[in-house]
């Protein structure tokens, strides 16, 4: 099987490296590569589902194509739950096979260009204030200055003032494209401004930074 599999993706223009099991994979496997792997279900020593979560465990973050036999089809989809990018009945067909490898570098590529878009997010809110990034994370969460306001203990005005600020920081002036930075950047989470600033408001204490010279009040 593998050595039909390793002829096929050869003459498809793939490089292929070949294990004999499971183990000798997790204990070689460079981290630095850049590839799919293809594991089958039921395999010598630990099986493609021990393997899938080994690798999540140790940071090999490979797309991992499954290959099962006939009747292991609830063992694929717990590797899809487990984040297999597909899984293929074997015999494999040549087609079905060449294109969830095909799929498999899509994710790469697609993850590799949203971890550049991240990196670059974070880089341009950088340059804004605490409190710019503290209005720009309300934004992000669909709050209305209003409820920003509050939650932050500072008047609407000034909301308005740093979101006018922060837009000419970021060089933007499309409110949709602020918004695509701020989720890129991880802003937005309902959860964490609740229990950073709501909690804090309810029980009636305003945010505060620490200074220099003491603590303050930033309104």
């Known amino acids: 099987?593998?050595?039909?599999l390793d002829f096929l993706?050869?003459?498809?223009?793939?490089?292929?490296?070949?294990?004999?099991?499971?183990?000798?994979?997790?204990?070689?496997?460079?981290?630095?590569?850049?590839?799919?792997?293809?594991?089958?279900?039921?395999?010598?020593?630990?099986?493609?589902?021990?393997?899938q979560a080994r690798m999540a465990r140790e940071g090999l973050d490979?797309?991992?194509?499954?290959?099962?036999?006939?009747?292991d089809v609830p063992l694929s989809v717990r590797a899809m739950k487990a984040?297999?990018?597909?899984?293929?009945?074997?015999p494999c067909d040549r087609e079905k096979l060449l294109q969830a490898i095909r799929n498999?570098?899509?994710?790469?590529?697609?993850?590799?260009t949203r971890a550049e878009q991240q990196l670059l997010a974070k880089t341009r809110i950088a340059?804004?204030?605490?409190?710019e990034r503290q209005v720009l994370d309300g934004l992000a969460c669909g709050y209305p200055n209003k409820t920003i306001a509050f939650d932050l203990g500072i008047s609407?005005?000034?909301?308005?003032?740093?979101r006018a600020n922060l837009m000419s920081k970021l060089d933007l002036t499309n409110f949709a494209d602020t918004l695509r930075i701020a989720f890129a950047a991880g802003l937005g989470s309902d959860d964490a401004w609740q229990r950073t600033y709501r909690i804090a408001t309810k029980r009636g204490l305003a945010p505060v930074r620490a200074a220099a010279s003491g603590v303050f009040h930033d309104r």
């Open 127 to 131: 340059g804004l204030t605490e409190r």
């Open 1 to 4: 099987m593998r050595r039909s």
């Open 62 to 71: 490979f797309p991992v194509i499954m290959l099962t036999g006939h009747g």
């Open 156 to 162: 609407v005005r000034t909301v308005e003032v740093y």
């Open 9 to 51: 993706l050869r003459n498809a223009g793939y490089a292929v490296e070949r294990w004999p099991d499971g183990e000798t994979f997790l204990k070689g496997v460079s981290r630095e590569a850049r590839g799919c792997v293809l594991l089958d279900i039921r395999m010598v020593g630990i099986d493609g589902l021990e393997v």
């Open 104 to 112: 498999g570098f899509g994710y790469l590529h697609d993850r590799e």
């Open 83 to 90: 984040g297999a990018v597909d899984f293929l009945e074997k």
